[in-house]
C-alpha cells in the first residue's frame, strides 16, 4: 500500500476562493482523521470519521469548513471562503479498529501546505 | 482525554541515551499511553505505545511505573537523524487511534 495519499501537496490561494483538500486512507482502515498544523496552535483534531460517518467535527474551526467522507476511499476537507488565518499544514491519517485493548496506529499522510493569500 | 505534559525541548550528542518524560497525571484505567515522532515537512509518525511496565520496540523503550501518572520515552545512541519533535499521548482504545496531540519535545541531536 502506498500509505495515505494527499493532493495537493501546497496549495497557494486568494482570499475568499474556495480550496478542497483530498485525501485517500489506507485500503482496509475504517477510521479516518482530519488535523491542521501551525506554529501557534500545534497539531489539532478537526474531524474523524468511523466507516465514513462524523462522529466528532467538534474541533472544525467555523461553517467556513467542512469535510465529507463519499466512500471508504476519499475524503475532502473544503474550505469556502478561505481566509489568510487558514494558512496551515493539513493532514490526513487513517487507522484500523484494532482487535484487543490496543491504540490502533494512526498512519499519516505528507500533508497538504495551504497559503492563503 | 488525559492532558499530557513534556518539556519543550531537548538537546542531545550523537551516541548518547536521550530519556523524555511525560506527565500525565489524570490517566483514566482504559486510557493507552502512546508515542509519536514527527520530523520537519512530514506527517507524524507511531513509536511506540504501551499500558503498565516496560516496552521495548526496534526503535526504542517505554517506561511506565505503576501509577502510570507519568512515562519515559528512551532513545538509546540517539544519531542525528533523530532530531525530530516527540509526541505524548494517552488514547482510549476504543476510539479508532483519536490522538489529541499536545506541544511535543523538540530534540535536537547535534555532532
Given at each position: 500500500?502506498?500509505?495515505?495519499?494527499?493532493?495537493?501537496?501546497?496549495?497557494?490561494?486568494?482570499?475568499?476562493?474556495?480550496?478542497?483538500?483530498?485525501?485517500?486512507?489506507?485500503?482496509?482502515?475504517?477510521?479516518?482523521?482530519?488535523?491542521?498544523?501551525?506554529?501557534?496552535?500545534?497539531?489539532?483534531?478537526?474531524?474523524?470519521?468511523?466507516?465514513?460517518?462524523?462522529?466528532?467535527?467538534?474541533?472544525?474551526?467555523?461553517?467556513?469548513?467542512?469535510?465529507?467522507?463519499?466512500n471508504a476511499s476519499f475524503s475532502t476537507l473544503k474550505i469556502q471562503p478561505s481566509e489568510p488565518r487558514d494558512s496551515a499544514v493539513y493532514f490526513c491519517a487513517s487507522s484500523a479498529s484494532g482487535t484487543g485493548e490496543v491504540i490502533p496506529e494512526a498512519f499519516f499522510g505528507q500533508g497538504t501546505r495551504l497559503t492563503v493569500v | 482525554l488525559a492532558k499530557t505534559t513534556q518539556p519543550i525541548s531537548m538537546d542531545s550528542y550523537e551516541g548518547q541515551e536521550v530519556n523524555i518524560t511525560c506527565s500525565h497525571n489524570n490517566i483514566a484505567t482504559n486510557d493507552y499511553i502512546t508515542w509519536y515522532q514527527q520530523f520537519p515537512s512530514q506527517g507524524p509518525r507511531f513509536i511506540i505505545q504501551g499500558y503498565k511496565t516496560k516496552v521495548t520496540n526496534e526503535v526504542a523503550s517505554l517506561f511506565i511505573p505503576a501509577d502510570r501518572k507519568s512515562s519515559t520515552l528512551s532513545l538509546p545512541r540517539v544519531s542525528l537523524s533523530d532530531t525530530a519533535v516527540y509526541y505524548c499521548l494517552v488514547a482510549f482504545y476504543n476510539q479508532g487511534g483519536k490522538l489529541i496531540f499536545g506541544q511535543g519535545t523538540e530534540l535536537s541531536v547535534k555532532p
Amino acid at each position: 500500500d502506498a500509505g495515505v495519499i494527499q493532493s495537493p501537496r501546497h496549495e497557494v490561494t486568494e482570499m475568499g476562493q474556495e480550496v478542497t483538500l483530498r485525501c485517500k486512507p489506507i485500503s482496509g482502515h475504517d477510521y479516518l482523521f482530519w488535523y491542521r498544523q501551525t506554529m501557534m496552535r500545534g497539531l489539532e483534531l478537526l474531524i474523524y470519521f468511523n466507516n465514513n460517518v462524523p462522529i466528532d467535527d467538534s474541533g472544525m474551526p467555523e461553517d467556513r469548513f467542512s469535510a465529507k467522507m463519499p466512500n471508504a476511499s476519499f475524503s475532502t476537507l473544503k474550505i469556502q471562503p478561505s481566509e489568510p488565518r487558514d494558512s496551515a499544514v493539513y493532514f490526513c491519517a487513517s487507522s484500523a479498529s484494532g482487535t484487543g485493548e490496543v491504540i490502533p496506529e494512526a498512519f499519516f499522510g505528507q500533508g497538504t501546505r495551504l497559503t492563503v493569500v | 482525554l488525559a492532558k499530557t505534559t513534556q518539556p519543550i525541548s531537548m538537546d542531545s550528542y550523537e551516541g548518547q541515551e536521550v530519556n523524555i518524560t511525560c506527565s500525565h497525571n489524570n490517566i483514566a484505567t482504559n486510557d493507552y499511553i502512546t508515542w509519536y515522532q514527527q520530523f520537519p515537512s512530514q506527517g507524524p509518525r507511531f513509536i511506540i505505545q504501551g499500558y503498565k511496565t516496560k516496552v521495548t520496540n526496534e526503535v526504542a523503550s517505554l517506561f511506565i511505573p505503576a501509577d502510570r501518572k507519568s512515562s519515559t520515552l528512551s532513545l538509546p545512541r540517539v544519531s542525528l537523524s533523530d532530531t525530530a519533535v516527540y509526541y505524548c499521548l494517552v488514547a482510549f482504545y476504543n476510539q479508532g487511534g483519536k490522538l489529541i496531540f499536545g506541544q511535543g519535545t523538540e530534540l535536537s541531536v547535534k555532532p
